[in-house]
């Protein structure tokens, strides 16, 4: 085989740099976006935020402004006017405050209000205010310092706590925790009983019984009558006696199972269900961290003189330009610029492409959300239940573009309507064939809320099983299977019926 070069002519789409930044700028969620611009900021010489420059111009303006009535100050203090303006008051007169005021309000020069007001960034943010709620390992922590336990005890309970998970349990076995504390296994648990009698009741428990037995415990010791107390009526044997081996028949309502197991009635395992509904399975469920995020909407939707309009939220976000200062020097630096010239024409270039990236990407936003508005137009006057099966590929057919950059325009954006504030995605939803074929299809979000009402409002002794949602979503012309009704179930977080059921009261 004879080794030769050819020609060829040939046409391929190339990702350039410019082209690849562009695309990933219009993924980025809102605060990836601030997080980039500014990053921009501080790279390229030649962008600045137009709003930091309006607001050292306004600052400006005030200090001029207060430098002129300061020069006008002397020639009037030494008018008979500027006295005779002045409020003569007795020594055994008391000032009211209006009278204070007016004193005092000569001393104010327009300039100082300005920098007094101008100190108030001075003061920490809000965020810088919040202070940090106590976590469960600091609680045990205060109480360790507080109990009687010294020198090496205290240290083996403090590798106890800190082998805690968030939940208050010791998941960790004895043995490995004896090898850490270099001590006795008998000596690791009388440390570890002592920790189980802080608060809050049932932790540094190993398993769910053992928590429960340990709040059960409290309860019997508790006469102080702030907490719950076990009536009368109910054994606390036998409460302990379905917490140690009849958990598994308390999850799935094995009522009778557990009545005949024990010899007892079924109204004496309801009065000890009762008891152990009080008790808490997570001990460190009032400690967890978990708060609400914030969410700051990427457009907003209003309807202005009976038309939706889509207004785009840019407040916290850096309002580029090209430095005016560096694009007159790069004009007046001839043809001789050398480096200089060089480096500030490469800036230049990447300034213009950010700003242009940045409008088009808000163009493509406000442009696929006004489509979302058409096809989900009935959805913001009524609510959920008018809400229409949508694809990504009806809004690509209807905005021109590719149903790949209507995904990335719809990741992490948010939009606040007369609905609430919703993910775009939240408007991209399959649809579900409705019995008589007849109409267009209705929407997965409105079927799972429909069995959301549904189970709210069945009867707690006698919930309904996923085949009877079957058939009364069907007598309202919803054709769906009994599997789909138990993914959109758990989906919705909703326990399945056998679990649901509550004993009657």
Same mark, same amino acid.
């Given at each position: 085989?004879?080794?030769?070069?050819?020609?060829?002519?040939?046409?391929?789409?190339?990702?350039?740099?410019?082209?690849?930044?562009?695309?990933?700028? /219009?993924? *980025? %969620?809102? =605060? #990836?976006?601030?997080?980039?611009?500014?990053?921009? +900021?501080?790279?390229?010489? &030649?962008? @600045? $935020?137009?709003?930091?420059?309006?607001?050292?111009?306004?600052?400006?303006?005030?200090?001029?402004?207060?430098?002129?009535?300061?020069?006008?100050?002397?020639?009037?203090?030494?008018?008979?006017?500027?006295?005779?303006?002045?409020?003569?008051?007795?020594?055994?007169?008391?000032?009211?405050?209006?009278?204070?005021?007016?004193?005092?309000?000569?001393?104010?020069?327009?300039?100082?209000?300005?920098?007094?007001?101008?100190?108030?960034?001075?003061?920490?943010?809000?965020?810088?205010?919040?202070?940090?709620?106590?976590?469960?390992?600091?609680?045990?922590?205060?109480? /360790?310092? *507080? %109990?009687? =336990? #010294?020198?090496?005890?205290?240290?083996?309970?403090? +590798?106890?706590?800190?082998? &805690?998970? @968030? $939940?208050?349990?010791?998941?960790?076995?004895?043995?490995?925790?004896?090898?850490?504390?270099?001590?006795?296994?008998?000596?690791?648990?009388?440390?570890?009983?002592?920790?189980?009698?802080?608060?809050?009741?049932?932790?540094?428990?190993?398993?769910?019984?053992?928590?429960?037995?340990?709040?059960?415990?409290?309860?019997?010791?508790?006469?102080?009558?702030?907490?719950?107390?076990?009536?009368?009526?109910?054994?606390?044997?036998?409460?302990?006696?379905?917490?140690?081996?009849?958990?598994?028949?308390?999850?799935?309502?094995?009522?009778?199972?557990?009545?005949?197991? /024990?010899?007892?009635?079924?109204? #004496?395992?309801?009065?000890?269900?009762?008891?152990?509904?009080?008790?808490?399975?997570?001990?460190?469920?009032?400690?967890?961290?978990?708060?609400?995020?914030?969410?700051?909407?990427?457009?907003?939707?209003?309807?202005?003189?009976?038309?939706?309009?889509?207004?785009?939220?840019?407040?916290?976000?850096?309002?580029?330009?090209?430095?005016?200062?560096?694009?007159?020097?790069?004009?007046?630096?001839?043809?001789?610029?050398?480096?200089?010239?060089?480096?500030?024409?490469?800036?230049?270039?990447?300034?213009?492409?950010?700003?242009?990236?940045?409008?088009?990407?808000?163009?493509?936003?406000?442009?696929?959300?006004?489509?979302?508005?058409?096809?989900?137009?009935?959805? /913001?006057?009524?609510?959920?239940?008018?809400?229409?099966?949508?694809?990504?590929?009806?809004?690509?057919?209807?905005?021109?573009?590719?149903?790949?950059?209507?995904?990335?325009?719809?990741?992490?954006?948010?939009?606040?309507?007369?609905?609430?504030?919703?993910?775009?995605?939240?408007?991209?939803?399959?649809?579900?064939?409705?019995?008589?074929?007849?109409?267009?299809?209705?929407?997965?979000?409105?079927?799972?809320?429909?069995?959301?009402?549904?189970?709210?409002?069945?009867?707690?002794?006698?919930?309904?099983?996923?085949?009877?949602?079957?058939?009364?979503?069907?007598?309202?012309?919803?054709?769906?299977?009994?599997?789909?009704?138990?993914?959109?179930?758990?989906?919705?977080?909703?326990?399945?019926?056998?679990?649901?059921?509550?004993?009657?009261?």
């Amino acid at each position: 085989m004879d080794l030769r070069l050819d020609l060829r002519l040939s046409q391929k789409l190339v990702m350039t740099p410019q082209l690849q930044q562009a695309i990933k700028l /219009l993924q *980025l %969620s809102r =605060l #990836e976006l601030q997080q980039t611009l500014e990053q921009h +900021l501080v790279e390229n010489p &030649l962008l @600045e $935020d137009l709003a930091l420059e309006t607001q050292d111009e306004e600052i400006a303006t005030a200090e001029e402004g207060g430098q002129q009535i300061k020069e006008r100050e002397p020639e009037s203090e030494g008018s008979v006017d500027s006295a005779e303006n002045q409020p003569v008051t007795k020594e055994s007169e008391t000032l009211t405050s209006e009278e204070w005021d007016n004193i005092l309000g000569n001393d104010w020069r327009p300039a100082q209000r300005d920098q007094i007001g101008a100190g108030d960034d001075d003061f920490p943010s809000y965020e810088q205010t919040l202070t940090k709620p106590t976590s469960l390992e600091e609680h045990l922590d205060w109480q /360790l310092r *507080l %109990s009687s =336990l #010294e020198g090496d005890d205290r240290d083996i309970g403090r +590798l106890i706590i800190g082998n &805690l998970d @968030e $939940d208050g349990y010791l998941r960790i076995p004895l043995p490995e925790l004896q090898a850490d504390a270099e001590c006795s296994l008998e000596h690791l648990e009388s440390v570890l009983h002592q920790i189980q009698t802080f608060d809050p009741p049932g932790v540094a428990a190993h398993d769910l019984a053992e928590c429960l037995l340990i709040q059960l415990e409290h309860l019997q010791q508790d006469e102080t009558g702030l907490s719950h107390q076990i009536p009368d009526t109910v054994s606390k044997e036998l409460v302990a006696a379905i917490i140690k081996d009849h958990l598994v028949d308390l999850q799935k309502k094995r009522y009778p199972v557990v009545a005949k197991t /024990l010899g007892v009635t079924l109204d #004496e395992v309801y009065e000890a269900v009762r008891v152990i509904e009080t008790l808490e399975p997570k001990p460190g469920r009032p400690f967890s961290s978990d708060s609400n995020s914030i969410i700051i909407p990427d457009v907003y939707v209003v309807k202005y003189e009976g038309e939706w309009v889509v207004l785009l939220n840019e407040d916290g976000l850096p309002r580029l330009r090209v430095s005016p200062y560096y694009r007159r020097l790069l004009s007046h630096s001839g043809e001789d610029g050398g480096k200089t010239k060089t480096y500030l024409e490469e800036k230049l270039k990447g300034a213009q492409w950010i700003i242009r990236s940045i409008d088009q990407r808000n163009k493509t936003i406000v442009k696929v959300v006004t489509s979302l508005i058409k096809f989900q137009e009935a959805f /913001l006057e009524k609510g959920v239940q008018y809400l229409r099966p949508l694809v990504l590929k009806q809004v690509a057919d209807d905005v021109g573009m590719h149903e790949s950059t209507i995904s990335r325009v719809t990741t992490n954006k948010y939009v606040h309507c007369p609905q609430g504030i919703l993910e775009l995605k939240f408007f991209f939803n399959a649809g579900i064939q409705r019995a008589d074929n007849r109409g267009e299809d209705m929407s997965s979000v409105t079927v799972r809320e429909m069995i959301r009402e549904m189970v709210a409002q069945e009867e707690s002794a006698n919930p309904l099983k996923d085949q009877e949602i079957v058939s009364k979503l069907k007598l309202k012309n919803i054709l769906i299977a009994r599997r789909t009704v138990a993914k959109y179930r758990a989906e919705l977080h909703i326990a399945s019926a056998s679990q649901r059921k509550r004993i009657p009261m």
